[in-house]
């Protein structure tokens, strides 16, 4: 039984497009998380909601907007796609804001033609 | 200067040797400090967590952090197959319960462990 699930695996899309993944988590978790992991492997931190609420959101563009319709779900709308943004995205989840904790989900791979 | 850094390999070891994987850093901020293991194509998973300065042991695994050289190491012993996969160490400066804290990561070492 999978416990934080992302959906699309795989995106490719257009420059210009706008698209969503969605993030599922079944551990009963309060606070989920968005990482983009770069083609050099680094992973960032984008955004943290609590309870629903957005707790970290860091330099990100604002084509970037996170949705929490409840704590089992956060959701990833990206406006306008650019070339810049193919990444992998994972989805986390933790119970509190106990990071060291985290559950990542597979990862979503989104390539921008 | 990158805030962690971590020699991204390919490293490439037999089976049953012992592994040592590094990061170094900057902020002499930092005071909890992490590993995750990340197979291909899937998401990280944390191995060791510890504050401050000293040694963890958990397993064949075993953290050691020197905050005087800024310095961090994992090291696995009689390693296995199984434990190819990429090392991502990871550090943050405040308690990870704290909503503001960010967790920094290194870009991962690739570890190859053959029969």
């Known amino acids: 039984d999978t416990a934080v699930s992302q959906t699309p695996k795989y995106l490719v899309t257009q420059m210009g497009n706008d698209k969503s993944i969605k993030c599922e988590q079944n551990?009963?978790?309060?606070?989920m998380y968005w990482y983009k992991q770069d083609s050099k492997k680094f992973l960032k931190i984008m955004f943290s909601y609590n309870n629903k609420e957005l707790i970290i959101n860091e330099t990100v563009p604002n084509r970037f907007s996170p949705k929490s319709p409840d704590k089992a779900h956060l959701n990833l709308h990206i406006n306008s796609l650019e070339l810049g943004d193919s990444a992998v995205y994972f989805c986390a989840s933790s119970q509190g804001t106990r990071r060291e904790t985290q559950y990542f989900g597979p990862g979503t791979r989104l390539l921008v033609l | 200067q990158k805030e962690v850094e971590q020699d991204p390999g390919p490293l490439s070891v037999p089976e049953g040797a012992i592994v040592s994987l590094n990061c170094t850093y900057s902020?002499?901020?930092?005071?909890?400090f992490m590993w995750y293991r990340q197979y291909s194509r899937k998401g990280p998973e944390l191995l060791m967590y510890?504050?401050?300065?000293g040694n963890k042991e958990d397993g064949r695994f075993t953290a050691q952090v020197d905050k005087s050289s800024k310095y961090i190491s994992l090291f696995i012993r009689d390693s296995q197959p199984s434990d190819s996969a990429t090392y991502l160490c990871?550090?943050?400066?405040?308690?990870?319960?704290?909503?503001?804290?960010?967790?920094?990561f290194g870009s991962g070492t690739r570890l190859s462990i053959r029969p």
């Open positions: 990871a550090m943050s400066e405040s308690h990870l319960s704290r909503s503001a804290s960010k967790i920094i």
């Open positions: 551990l009963g978790h309060d606070t």
């Open positions: 902020n002499s901020a930092f005071q909890y």
């Open positions: 510890t504050y401050s300065s």
